[in-house]
């Protein structure tokens, strides 16, 4: 089993910064590897929707409408994943929420599991 947790939410005026982090963690005698690592958000009364998440290797898939706003990165020995958000739109109000795909070994076989973070609030003023 995997936790994330993430913090650097909050309330911010429009044209403003904020930094998300997430860092993952096992349960004792966990044994797990960080396959690809970043962020979705959910807007109230819309469906949670990608982000950008970004691979062990470094690739990512920050979606195109937030580059140059946004920026994913990750410290794979820290476990961490980071979205620094710059100019700030009232319509990036959403819960943030931390995705993590994970290789675990069990059951004397490999899985890859889904886990989330339990959400972070961002809300932008205008």
């Known amino acids: 089993q995997v936790q994330l947790v993430e913090s650097g939410g909050g309330l911010v005026q429009a044209g403003g910064s904020l930094r998300l982090s997430c860092v993952a963690s096992?349960?004792?005698?966990?044994?797990?590897?960080?396959?690809?690592m970043g962020w979705y958000r959910q807007a109230p009364g819309k469906q949670r929707e990608l982000v950008g998440t970004?691979?062990?290797?470094?690739?990512?898939n920050l979606i195109e409408s937030l580059k140059g706003r946004f920026t994913i990165s990750r410290d794979n020995d820290k476990n961490t994943a980071t979205l620094q958000m710059s100019s700030l739109k009232p319509e990036d109000t959403a819960v943030y929420y931390c995705?993590?795909?994970?290789?675990?070994?069990?059951?004397?076989?490999?899985?890859?599991?889904?886990?989330w973070g339990q959400g972070t609030q961002v809300t932008v003023s205008s």
């Open positions: 970004m691979t062990t290797s470094g690739r990512s």
């Open positions: 096992g349960t004792s005698g966990s044994d797990f590897r960080i396959i690809v």
């Open positions: 995705y993590a795909g994970v290789g675990e070994f069990y059951d004397g076989e490999d899985h890859i599991n889904d886990y």
